[in-house]
């Protein structure tokens, strides 16, 4: 986990910390450093020069080192990001705060960025070991939907299968839409970096023959509308949605029934990806 982009009071101070149990990190203009760390959020704190522990202030020129760090000097390089809300970098997705400009009607850019939201991933191998008898069934890859609230481990979780998968042969493709995969590699597996899942999944079916896609946080009904395409072609996917178990699932205006297979809910005790409840395509309890 590389975040030598945070400068050297940050890196240094996380350096005290065991950082299995480290999952979030916010700045913000003015106020101490908070971390998400160990299952709760809590102050991030240094050693000064006389042995004391003291928090780490966000001021202005430690928002803008990691901005600077992050896009190498090149704000416009990332600007692309930067008008969804964020900046990919070292595998690392940095949401960011601000004043966000219009023209026409369309965001361009955000200025005067006051805030940052560092997640930091984690590769827990064996993460999916409880998944995988659920979803692989002989040749077959049942379509998977991982339903859980944030810092559950949902991507955790999505990086180990595409890695199991891969060893079993089956050719993977990553929707990567926010560049959080980018530790994620094989033989079998392809890649769609910093796109639209609804532009992926037609692009995929056209032109790569995947046997599963691969892909994280179904946001709206055109996501789940590719994802039936998919599906009704004879490829396999398995995906995550943020929700507070299956009822919240059926819930949103933007679901759509009758994809899933196999719908997987995640507890927040224990390591990430801790299964809770399996249901069947009828939302049957297993």
């Known amino acids: 986990m590389d975040l030598s982009f945070l400068g050297a009071e940050i890196e240094n101070a ?23 760390y160990n299952g709760k959020f809590e102050y991030l704190n240094r050693i000064n020069e006389n042995g004391i522990k003291v928090k780490v202030l966000g001021t202005e020129d ?3 080192n990691v901005i600077f760090n992050l896009t190498e000097g090149s704000l416009y390089a990332f600007n692309d ?19 966000f400009v219009y023209m026409d009607g369309v965001i361009k850019t ?11 991933p984690h590769d827990v191998y064996g993460a999916s070991n409880e998944f995988l008898g659920e979803i692989v069934d002989g040749r077959e890859v049942r379509n998977t939907l991982i339903v859980a609230p944030k810092r559950m481990g949902k991507t955790t979780v999505l990086k180990d299968l595409a890695r199991k998968l891969d060893k079993l042969g089956k050719n993977v493709l990553i929707i990567d839409e926010r560049a959080e995969f980018a530790d994620v590699k094989g033989e079998n597996i392809d890649k769609y970096v910093k796109i639209k899942k609804t532009d992926a999944f037609i692009m995929a ?6 046997d599963v896609i691969i892909t994280d946080e179904l946001s709206c ?19 995550s949605c943020h929700g507070n178990g299956i009822s919240d699932l059926k819930g949103k205006s933007f679901f759509v029934n009758g994809i899933f297979d196999r719908y997987f809910e995640l507890t ?16 049957n309890l297993l």
């Open 110 to 120: 955000v200025k005067n960025i006051e805030s940052l939201v560092i997640r930091t």
């Open 14 to 36: 996380i350096s005290l910390l065991d950082k299995d149990k480290l999952y979030e990190i916010r700045i913000r203009k003015g106020f101490p450093v908070k971390i998400y």
């Open 221 to 239: 009904t055109e996501d789940f509308i590719a994802v039936k395409d998919a599906v009704l072609s004879g490829v396999s996917v398995i995906s």
């Open 268 to 283: 927040s005790k224990g390591l990430p990806g801790v299964i809770s409840a399996v249901y069947d395509k009828s939302f």
């Open 205 to 210: 079916l056209r032109t790569l023959s995947p």
């Open 62 to 64: 430690v928002i803008n």
């Open 81 to 99: 990001d930067i008008k969804e809300g964020y900046i990919s970098k070292f595998g690392q997705r940095v949401g960011i705060a601000g004043e």
